[in-house]
């Protein structure tokens, strides 16, 4: 008797994926679950429509940012990290082919963070939290052969309901979380909102309209008075906070600190000579630049409105999709009119054609008003 050659349905879908988007994947990023989450994630799409998100995120993975090397890196090498602490507990022990993280969210501070930082460097720290799950998991499939996932848990101890809160969750937070949902397809397989307050739910029944079908179904709150003991169900005690010890429980063995307070800095005064652009609701505007190898872009950007924003590389004078395009500064579809400007600098890798891509295409009425500063410097790189 010989062995079956043939593919499961698993495997002819992820063959053909594949197939779509070869010329984009990395020795990295090329494994079997890492394909077949994206068929999971989009199952009504047709494959070409999943080839096109999947072509988006690669090319969001080749852009300046580096993404396939960032979990390398030791966690500490930005700014934000000190405040947003790490969430790595460690394999559930309790449900198959999880890794657990918890995440202080009621103790985050989050008006602090967004008072300092751009949309986009929260993002740029952030990247590397979810990057380091990401390799987990791939270890934990290369190691036992089959999917493996996320419990991301999230304690809100310490979240008082607020309009700011009703804010910081319909933007800034909105926008983080719809970037991620985006570039990391089925990679959580539950979120688990623990030490909720009361009124927890009626934020939950406001969030709820917001989230995709998916996201909604993967939502888990136990009870406000006894999740200490429903958790046992999630994880083993061993890799649970200590500071989830009270004078009924004491099993909780895992040493982790709740993040600082960020300190209140001096807001920064908008840069001299500001260009202006208006863009109209459901529009994009295009900024067109030649420029040679090794070259850079210094931007300074901030709208009055939801913002959407990238630098690409154009390959067809033709082409206007910023999503198909090869991102040099990863693209963000929107953001919100932010406290903190975008400011970066990013170096061209090869001589050609780039365009600053500016996106008012959320809105339904209102134009957006853009202030920028872009300059380019010219590289001192000799052949």
Known sequence: NYPSLRMSSDELRVAELRSLISAHLTPYYDTHFNLLRWLQGQP?????KVAYRLRHHLLFRASSWDVDSVHQKQRGYHPVHKYWSGSRCGPSDVIPN???HVEHSGKIDFDGILDNYSITEVMKARIYDTEEMLADVMQMEKETGLQSFVIYVM???GLEYSKKLIDLVLGPLRSLSEFMADHYAELIKFFVIVNAPSWMYTLWTMIKPLLPERTRQKVRIPSTSNWREEIHCIMDPSICPVFWND????EFGFPMERPPKVPRLEITEPADNLGKVC???GQVYWMEYSLQKGDAISFYVKGNGNIGFTIV???NEEEDDAFAMR???PLFPWMPDTRVPIEDTVIVPETGVYRVWFSNSRAWWSSLTIQHNIKVIKSQLTD
């Open 44 to 48: 009504g799409l047709s494959i070409e």
């Open 155 to 157: 304690d809100v101890d």
């Open 279 to 281: 863009v109209k609701a």
């Open 247 to 250: 004078e009924n429980h004491s």
């Open 313 to 315: 590389r154009v390959e």
């Open 327 to 329: 991102q040099i500064f």
């Open 98 to 100: 999880c890794i657990v």
